[in-house]
């Protein structure tokens, strides 16, 4: 049975969360595979008893109906590229066994500081319980203080998000295949590997593990099937959001077909108990560790049977996460920001007696505006 201690100010549809703290930075430097071995100073073996047994909800997805050719599709999953003191999130946009687009971005925590930002709510209720001093941070958002970091730490050349662009440039267009040859080619380098003379432009010496994540993803991420269209020249955005409430923050990406939404993947993190769920990548090493009554940082996607269990016994739900969420995925695809913006706004008009499934086809979620709303944020950051 589900801990009775996630349930604490639940509404219908309207969901809690529990938050907690975490680790140290990582400090690992990511600038070259020689000067890495002087900086890693981590391993899975460094976690805490209270953690080694967490159970991990990566969203890996077996046997998955994924359409073929000429349909957009989105998989997403979640790892550990580089360390144990951070995860992953891992979205790749694919054409049949064609890779357009890869988005990826980590996660850790850090020391408070000006120069860092916190992932949505951290100044909230998600916020509270992080480790005394510390917050949890995106990597992407933060690139020049994470960057500052490495250049400090491993003489670091360039920016974090300048080699993360070069391994997801790198990848666009390519075969799965192609990038599985590629991460031999890597391995194969042993520990002198130049990393940019397989992958240019790219200097992490943890190159060989994005790319792996990458292909993990096309091959076994959890699934959202876009529209169909021969037009492989999408433009495409991963935000950070808080479309439900001030104890989570999500994950989303949109993929546009000139106008019009081709594809979507939307995905919230809270902190739960692992009794019930599963924590993201690492979570049973070092980004684990310290956290307030041995909580975890978890995926509501990931953990779909767990959270829609609690949903429907604390909050009466008729569906479950994953479908609700599906409905608004469908709902979006092949609609135009102006059309998502009016299906906001006659949401938000429907007063207290609203039913959401006059205007979304198949949702309950009494947050489907807020959902809606960050799928058009991240639409509209595809034009920056």
């Not at 850090?110 to 209720?125: I, L, Q, R, S, Y």
């Not at 998000?161 to 267009?173: L, R």
């Not at 194969?188 to 790219?202: H, L, N, P």
């Amino acid at each position: 049975m589900l801990n009775k201690k996630l349930v604490a100010g639940f509404t219908v549809l309207t969901f809690s969360a529990l938050v907690l703290g975490a680790c140290s930075p990582d400090k690992k430097d990511e600038s070259s595979a020689s000067s890495s071995a002087k900086t890693e100073q981590t391993t899975a073996s460094s976690a805490k008893a209270s953690n080694a047994d967490v159970k991990i909800a990566d969203g890996k997805t077996e046997n998955a109906e994924v359409p073929g050719a000429g349909t957009i599709v989105m998989r997403q999953l979640y790892t550990a590229p580089h360390g144990d003191k951070s995860f992953a999130v891992v979205n790749v946009t694919l054409d049949g066994d064609k890779i357009l687009s890869a988005r990826m971005d980590e996660f850790q925590y850090v020391e408070k500081g000006d120069d860092w930002t916190g992932v949505p709510n951290a100044d909230a209720k998600l916020g509270e319980n992080f480790p005394s001093g510390n917050i949890l941070v995106a990597k992407e958002e933060n690139s020049k203080a994470y960057s500052a970091m490495m250049k400090d730490h491993g003489g670091a050349t360039q920016t974090w998000d300048e080699s993360m662009t070069a391994i997801t440039n790198f990848v666009k267009g390519k075969t799965i295949a192609e990038v599985e040859k590629a991460v031999k080619d890597l391995d194969a380098q042993g520990e002198d590997a130049k990393v940019s003379d397989v992958v240019s432009g790219a200097t992490f010496s943890d190159t060989k593990g994005y790319l792996q994540s990458i292909v993990d993803a096309a091959k076994s991420g959890m699934v959202s099937v876009g529209e169909k269209t021969s037009s492989t020249d999408l433009k495409e955005a991963m935000i950070l959001a808080a479309p439900h409430g001030d104890q989570s923050f999500a994950t989303v990406t949109v993929a546009l077909d000139g106008d019009k939404v081709a594809a979507t993947f939307v995905d919230e993190f809270q902190y739960v108990d692992p009794a019930d769920f599963g924590g993201v990548p690492n979570s049973n090493a070092a980004f684990g560790e310290g956290i307030k009554d041995n909580l975890v940082l978890g995926s509501k996607y990931a953990n779909n049977e767990a959270y829609s269990a609690l949903m429907k016994d604390h909050a009466q739900a008729t569906q479950t996460w994953e479908e609700n969420i599906h409905a608004v995925d469908a709902f979006a695809k092949g609609k135009t920001v102006a059309e998502l913006e009016k299906a906001v706004s006659d949401l938000k008009g429907q007063g207290e007696d609203a039913k959401v499934s006059d205007v979304v086809s198949g949702a309950t979620f009494a947050d489907t505006a807020g959902y809606l709303q960050a799928i058009i944020d991240a639409a509209k950051k595809t034009a920056e």
